[in-house]
């Protein structure tokens, strides 16, 4: 240490460095096999202050907070901390220097409790030995701060992704760290949740914590942040000493150019009925649920996280098998007992759990899309690298995405990733569609880019399910609003009467 | 065809494990003679597996040895490396087990006999009656399958010797440990035991004096110096004795005269002795080297 | 240009890297391995393995395992020259049956996997215990010798100087090659033994695939069966031992398959079944002795394994 | 209260049930199976291989695998008993020796698997291979004999009538089931075996965690040579053969750990090893027919785990 701050002064000069209570890094670089995708990225973050952190999917946020929180290493570049150089080794190194990150993917040991998922590493001893009993109680109350009502003891397989979430961020808080960096927190949260965790981040913060927030949901960037770093291709676009900066303002940072979205009424939906669901019921998950959808309609499913709303669309899509309740499809009585049949019958389901459920990581873009498609892609039933690329061209084509598709999908940002489970299901034309919150991770222009396929899909006849957390997105994009809570369907709401209030009334259980 | 001799002097030796003393005998005994004469030895061990055993043979005719000496993994297998060796002309000596294609010469124990002979001697020793477990070696391999075939004889001649247990432990030490407890356990009347190989009477000895069960009379096949050391102690009645080292050398003799395009004086088989060693002949036993010069 | 040879360097697996290395190794060690007719032999060698190994490798790259296929071998063979010798089956009836009777352990192991829910480890190694153990009871133990003419035959005659088993393996793995790449039934391995929740939401009947693969791998240890058969021109109830078992994991593995499934091919299965033959081949020649040649075969696996890196970016990011 | 009893039913593991219906079984079957004598015979036979299986149980909950034991036990019990008699070392100072060489052995597996990113297989199948054929060289093939009598008396030993070295065997399970359970070197087993890359990122050392289980499983094979060693009275350079590497792992798969990490435990290794134990045992005293033994192995080994449908909602979602 001594000896390395006695040496020459950094290329950009000794000020920069000597701020005491700041993480810092300086010309940040990383390159993957030739590929910038950090160039030379200067990044200050200031104890007691939020940072927010914004830029299309690709752009490079998760990788420089990577490079923060010693998961990576840069390619060139250096790092301080607290005015001392910082080189972490790993992310042991960097929790130890007190600088904790929360992946934008989950990462949890499913078999283990939730306790032990939050003390992984950092075990509380007593006489040498791990104390369960001081782990349970120490995690229950880092729930509790949370407002999260989580057996600590219970395994982690099985809670929804949004209980997960708060686990990690729960154990964020345990480590006490005076660096947190928060990489798409909300991106699986409801409102509510979304809610919770700003306060929490408030209260770190006040606590003199210096917090990253990285998000694509601008309002809440307005919200928590006290500064802004806007990141373009791997570039420091732009970048706020402040949080008072509107919308349209960062999205032009981030996309170089005007940008507005907003959601416009949808085309009005043909009177026949494609799906008619009748008392569907699976034990203990839920009941009585009966909705129909029409030609061209959108239909929304909205509620608070846990409200059953993925286990409906599961069992649509013949994932889960229903205990009871008619399904028919076009008038006709069908009988979905497995994805195959419901594929059959023309219904598609875009899972919520792209890595978990969506996509095979280790694969292409290409043959991912093509993977359910593979018996009918060629009249002779071989199927041929050139066929997988020809569909991967006109798919990335057809959803704009951007990035080597010919790589694992593991490496594409989440946006893009996001956008193959999308082809995958559109490379046959969905009778019905049901998309699991759709925009989960998604950039936006991404995300408008989703909205507008959605609608074309809609104006082309498809009967669309769309589930969401995003309440805007939901009211934005349906004709209907199916609420749930609880298990049990509470209402169908006409957009007309589908005004948030009167959503969240509903979804209360 | 090969009258004029090859003219190599290299002997390939291909056998099937060295889990036996018996082949780690053959071979000191094969070295002896080869550096005696002035020839190399190529030694492969197939390891228990029987068609790497015919592949090994195969790369020892490539290699263009001037001749093979053989101990097959199991009784039928060797006709394969035979004919690949019988292809190259190159005189095959079979050892130990015979094998089922043409050779130049087998040398090898009579294993019939020898079983017979020994479970004579323990039926007398039993007194025509009594209860009799049966530890056998590698199932299917050609010496479990004789001497079961001995041994049997000798007890349809006998009726009152009931065989009350029929176990495998492969040759080797510690299974038979194991499973001589097991036979023990459910025998408490057991009188005697015959262990297919010496390996295996070892560990039965060995499990039999745990559960102080010394009285058994425990009879075996091949001659390890540490069940000469057991009889003397009384832990085993008796041995069939094998020489391996002896044949050993005999083999590396014969190979070396096939070589020089003598292979019509050699006879088509040369069976050795095998000898009942007790606690009367030990001595004897013991100086004869069987299994090589004492360590 | 330098960086493009770098380049086209950094593309080609690190095992047939290795294997190169080895055969160059051989070469200029001993004057025997570079000749046509050893390298026919280092083929005709592994080629029941070879046939194990395919079936081995379409487990492994479902996410499974198969430890049965040895006593399969075995028994299968066994069960021919039952029907044929004691049952009075004409030959080639008699050999249809054991090619059967291999799909059909196959079966089992599928089924026990599959609607059983038990491990494919436990579920194999079950079957591959049971193999032995019937394999060595239909005969008590005994081999079986005395089979027709043609039959032997088939193991002594050669095309082009190459015998036909070497053809039969050859013939096998491109089938599975190509069954794998072109066939949505083949390439949905890939997507199963990535990511099986995945291959089922998208609509893929995994325990179909599963099954299915199980009873290959049966048929073609029973195929590899008849290979040893013709070649040993006998039935032995002891064929197929654990160190066969080894020798195909390890080519499976060696070739750059993973254990937990979604990663492998046939090409590679086959460098690494070369890498194991050719060892063993080229130790052999070279008079290394025979304690020493394990250690030998040992390190050499170490070597041309370690300077693989091309997965490795897929485990660790 | 009926539910109570059923709910508690439903909670007790797979194998435990099967065990206690085979001991049941046994019993009745034969009269000599529930006396204490012969359950301490089944304690004692099982003794070198339990030793080994808390080894291998370790290495698999980590996610990784041990092909090296058996040949690890063999090598590291010659290398002590060379040392004793070739060079004269005094007995214990050889045993340290050759239980410093199973670590070594285990470390090189460690070293291969976290630095070299040799796959555990590969890198464990490379060592097998390699103490197998170095434990035949140091002596040539023969086994040593002649060893202190103390050393000897430890196999006779008996406290309260159990040998010692099913008390070392006890001893072994328990401290690593403490250590699994209460230290947080050994906890982390899981979260590695879970998902290294959640272990890595929470500041586990995954490396020093996976380098230090392979050492561990390389001592307890060395430990395992000793008991074996004393048992016989003699260093076979041919222990540890596949079949006992076969008995090893299945002991601990069949006790209900996934070979693809992150389950397991000590308390169920030892039931896996116990039904081992008992059926090899029970079929024994039984007098089943050696060829039908495998047979009926198998089809028991299915029907322990079958039953057990405990982890199964944990793995589709
Ligand atoms: N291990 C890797 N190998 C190759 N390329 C990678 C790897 N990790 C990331 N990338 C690439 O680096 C770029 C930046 O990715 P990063 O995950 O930092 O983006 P992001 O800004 O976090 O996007 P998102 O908002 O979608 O999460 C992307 O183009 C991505 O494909
Ligand atoms: N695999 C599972 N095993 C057991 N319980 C589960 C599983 N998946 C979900 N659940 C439970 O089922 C209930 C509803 O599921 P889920 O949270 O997915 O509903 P949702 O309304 O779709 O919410 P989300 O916004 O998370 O998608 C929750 O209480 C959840 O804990
Ligand atoms: O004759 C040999 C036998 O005595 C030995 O112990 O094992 C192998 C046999 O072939
Ligand atoms: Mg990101
Ligand atoms: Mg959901």
Not at chain 1, 53 to 65: C, D, H, P, V, W
Not at chain 1, 387 to 412: C, H
Not at chain 2, 120 to 140: H, S, T
Not at chain 3, 196 to 210: N, W
Request: with cysteine; proline share 4%; hydrophobic share 45%.
């Amino acid at each position: 240490m001594s000896i390395l701050s006695t040496g020459p002064a950094p290329l950009n000069g000794g000020s920069l460095t000597e701020e005491p209570n700041a993480l810092k890094g300086i010309g940040l670089t990383k390159q993957y096999g030739g590929n910038t995708v950090l160039h030379g990225v200067d990044i200050t973050l200031r104890a007691g202050t939020v940072l927010g952190f914004i830029g299309e999917n690709g752009a490079g946020k998760s990788t420089l907070s990577s490079i923060l929180a010693g998961i990576k290493s840069p390619d060139a570049g250096e790092m301080f901390l607290n005015g001392l150089p910082y080189a972490p080794t790993g992310p042991a190194s960097a929790l130890n220097s007190g600088v904790a990150i929360i992946h934008q993917e989950i990462k949890m040991v499913p078999r283990l409790s939730v306790a032990e998922n939050m003390f992984l590493g950092r075990w509380p001893k007593k006489r040498g030995r791990v104390d369960t009993t001081s782990m349970a109680e120490q995690a229950e109350a880092a729930l509790a701060v949370l407002g999260a009502k989580i057996n600590p003891r219970r395994a982690v397989a099985g809670l929804s992704m949004a209980a997960q979430q708060e686990i990690e961020i729960a154990k964020a808080i345990l480590r006490d760290p005076s660096y947190v960096i928060f990489d798409e927190p909300s991106a699986s949260l409801g409102q509510e949740e979304t809610e919770k965790v700003l306060d929490q981040i408030r209260v770190l913060r006040d606590r003199g914590a210096g917090v990253i927030y990285i998000s694509h949901r601008l309002d809440e960037i307005s919200a928590i942040a006290d500064e802004i770093l806007c990141l373009r291709d791997g570039h420091r676009a732009m970048a706020w000493e402040t949080g008072e900066v509107s919308k349209d303002q960062m999205i032009r940072a981030m996309v170089g150019r005007e940008f507005v979205y907003a959601h416009e009424a949808p085309k009005p939906a043909e009177p026949d009925v494609v799906l008619e669901v009748k008392n569907l019921a699976r034990q203990g998950v839920f009941s009585d649920i009966s909705f129909s959808v029409r030609k061209g309609e959108i239909l929304g499913l909205s509620g608070l996280v846990g409200a059953g709303r993925t286990e409906v669309v599961r069992t649509l899509a013949g994932a889960d098998r229903a205990d009871a309740g008619t399904i028919a499809v076009d008038g006709k009585p069908v009988k979905i007992s497995n994805v195959a049949s419901a594929i059959r019958q023309g219904i598609f389901m875009v899972p919520e759990d792209r890595k978990g459920q969506g996509l095979n990581l280790g694969r292409s873009g290409g043959e991912n899309m093509v993977l359910p498609w593979e018996k009918t892609l060629t009249p002779s039933g071989f199927v041929s690298n050139r066929t997988v690329k020809r569909v991967e061209r006109e798919q990335a084509q057809e959803l704009d995405i951007r990035g080597n598709l010919d790589i694992p999908v593991l490496f594409l940002s989440g946006g893009n990733q996001q956008k193959v489970l999308l082809a995958k299901w559109l490379v046959r034309k969905p009778k019905v569609l049901i998309l699991d919150e759709p925009t989960r991770g998604v950039d936006v222009g991404a995300k408008a880019a989703i909205y507008e396929i959605v609608r074309k899909l809609a104006a082309s006849g498809v009967a669309i399910i769309v589930v969401s957390s995003e309440l805007e997105e939901v009211l934005g994009l349906s004709h209907r609003v199916l609420v749930m809570a609880g298990g049990q369907q509470r209402g169908i709401l006409n957009r007309e009467e589908a005004l948030p209030d009167r959503v969240m009334e509903l979804s209360v259980p | 065809a090969n009258a004029g001799g090859t003219g190599k002097k290299t002997i390939g030796v291909s056998m099937p494990e060295f889990h036996s003393l018996f082949y780690v005998a053959a071979v000191d005994g094969m070295k002896k003679a080869a550096a005696d004469e002035g020839y190399e030895l190529v030694v492969l061990n197939a390891n228990g597996n029987s068609s790497q055993q015919v592949n090994q043979v195969q790369n020892l005719v490539t290699q263009q040895v001037g001749a093979v000496i053989f101990a097959m993994q199991d009784a039928t297998a060797g006709a394969a490396g035979v004919a690949e060796a019988k292809g190259a002309n190159i005189p095959v000596i079979a050892i130990d087990q015979r094998p089922q294609g043409d050779v130049t010469t087998f040398i090898g124990s009579d294993s019939v006999k020898a079983s017979t002979e020994l479970c004579d001697y323990l039926a007398k020793q039993m007194g025509g009656k009594g209860n009799l477990a049966i530890i056998k070696g590698v199932l299917g391999s050609s010496t479990e399958i004789e001497r079961s075939k001995g041994c049997g004889s000798i007890l349809e001649k006998n009726p009152d010797i009931k065989v009350v247990s029929t176990t495998n432990a492969d040759w080797d030490e510690n299974k038979a440990y194991n499973v001589a407890q097991d036979v023990l356990t459910a025998n408490p009347e057991l009188q005697a035991i015959f262990a297919q190989n010496d390996g295996m009477a070892l560990g039965a000895a060995k499990a039999a004096a745990q559960a102080g069960r010394s009285n058994l009379k425990i009879v075996s096949v091949d001659g390890f110096p540490q069940v000469y050391d057991a009889i003397e102690s009384g832990q085993v009645l008796a041995t069939m004795s094998q020489e391996p080292y002896q044949m050993g050398e005999l083999a590396v003799r014969t190979a070396i005269k096939a070589m020089s395009g003598e292979a019509g004086s050699i006879q088509k088989e040369q069976l050795q002795p095998t000898v009942l060693v007790t606690k009367e002949n030990l001595e004897e036993a013991r100086s004869a080297g069987y299994y090589g010069p004492a360590k | 240009m330098q960086t493009r040879i770098k380049q086209l360097a950094k593309n080609i697996p690190g095992p047939v890297v290795g294997l190169v290395v080895i055969c160059i190794a051989m070469s200029l060690l001993s004057p025997y391995f570079l000749t046509p007719n050893n390298l026919i032999n280092v083929l005709s060698q592994v080629s029941y393995i070879g046939m194990m190994a395919v079936g081995a490798a379409l487990v492994i790259i479902l996410g499974g395992i198969d430890l049965s296929v040895g006593s399969t071998m075995a028994l299968s063979f066994m069960a021919t020259a039952f029907l044929y010798k004691e049952i009075g089956l004409p030959f080639w009836l008699a050999m249809v049956c054991g090619l059967l009777l291999g799909a059909f352990i196959g079966l089992v192991n599928g089924l026990l996997v599959t609607f059983g829910h038990v491990q494919p480890f436990i579920a194999t190694l079950a079957t591959m215990f049971a193999g032995a153990g019937l394999a060595l009871y239909i005969t008590n133990g005994n081999p079986v010798i005395g089979f027709p003419d043609w039959f032997l035959g088939l193991s002594r005659t050669r095309m082009l100087g190459i015998p036909l088993q070497v053809y039969l393996m050859l013939l096998v793995f491109v089938l599975a090659a190509l069954w794998l790449r072109y066939r949505p039934s083949g390439r949905q391995l890939y997507a199963i033994g990535g990511n099986e929740e995945v291959a089922r939401l998208s609509g893929i009947s995994v325990r179909l695939a599963q099954a299915r693969v199980y009873v290959i791998a049966g048929f073609l240890a029973a195929l590899a069966g008849l290979a040893v058969g013709a070649r040993l021109d006998s039935a032995q109830p002891t064929a197929g031992s654990a160190s066969d078992l080894l020798s195909v994991i390890a080519a499976v593995v060696i070739g750059g398959a993973s254990l937990s499934g979604g990663v492998g091919s046939m090409f590679s299965t086959f460098i690494g079944l070369l890498i194991i033959g050719v060892l063993n081949n080229g130790l052999t020649l070279l008079n290394v002795s025979p304690n020493l040649q394990p250690v030998v075969i040992g390190v050499v696996i170490v070597l041309a394994v370690i300077s693989d890196r091309g997965n490795l970016p897929l485990k660790r990011t």
